[in-house]
């Protein structure tokens, strides 16, 4: 048992330090628009649309690293993502056009990301714990992401300023290749496959025949295209109404900061109430923020209370979520059914961050882009309220298809 337990406690604290270097890293890309966007003749729409691109390709290519975790353990995916993630910051940093930006910062970064970050990470932690202690260590983990847009966002700001764009992206990728030996240590021990365990095929037709995990992707789509339209486009929105663009860095670190509490405890309510309802009040919630945010009078003052508030909203819709799928379906697919649910998150981070660039450049602002996310806030809420987290009953299905 104290074997299992330090096992259990080693993987967490790996786990969450590859996390904090990967979302630290990519909450940090939001400051590069304006520079690179300025220095290269580009509208905002080429960056917005390699980042969009990011997400996509992150969330198609989830599902498939959650599976090979899920089947061989998460310390090689983990290891090849911090790869895939380096590769792709030299790239971006060395750039010029706008393919350049789509292949590096869009096809490498976003595979690089879906082999380091929650889906496998989490699926592995889920694994690791018992049943009860699960979305408390999920939130502990996710909390790790946090610090790391946190701690990491100052440190980009610095680079950025003392060497230039493209030299700091450098910097960031040395950084990102830690990864790779982080991830070699993560021995993550797969589920032993028993005789009552579904295969991978009978496991994707079960979720696809369950309502409640169609309203989960559903609702995560609206989290993805809130919070990366937001990580990307908050700091030029910021700049466009007059405020120096320190005020988006430290708006973004205090939403990095807030969100260690908001996801901390987030998976420790998820082990006390019911999660599809917490997740319902989340959204509101998030909802009711960005509209006080965007439709009362803008100041630093009143950009860094909505850093703060959305910041302890901002990932804890994670633990959350992926506990919603270990407590329907098992944990034994838990990385790949999570890496699909992801993948809708992917979507609406796609459709948040394009969008946002594509009616800039149309309109010279973001007006609509912000109408959508409240909207969208009520949308997911009522999603979430007909989701139940009860398991599944596969001995009553397996009889009836018998």
Known sequence: ?????RHSLLLILLGSLVISLAMGLRHGFGLFLEPMSSELGWGREVFAFALALQNLVWGFAQPFTG????RFGAARVVAVGGILYALGLLFMGLSESALGMSLSAGLLIGLGLSGTTFSVILGAVGRAVAPEKRS???GIVSAAGSFGQFAMLPGTLGLLGWLGWSVALLAMGALAAMMVPLGAMLKDRPSARQATDLSLHAALDEAAGHRGFWLLCLGFFVCGFQVVFIGVHLPGYLFDNGLAVQVGSTTLALVGLFNIFGTYTAGWLGGIYS?????SWLYLTRGAVIAAFVFLPLSPASAYLFGIAIG?????????TNGIVASVFGVRHLSMLGGIVFLFHQV???TGVWLGGKLYDLHGDYDVVWKLAILLSVAAALLHWFISEAPIKRAAIQEAQA
């Open 1 to 5: 048992m104290d074997a299992l337990r």
């Open 275 to 279: 999660k599809p309802r917490l997740l």
């Open 312 to 320: 302890l909203l901002w990932l804890s819709t994670v633990p959350l």
């Open 348 to 350: 609406g981070s796609f």
């Open 67 to 70: 599976a090979l975790a899920d």
């Open 136 to 138: 408390m260590a999920m």
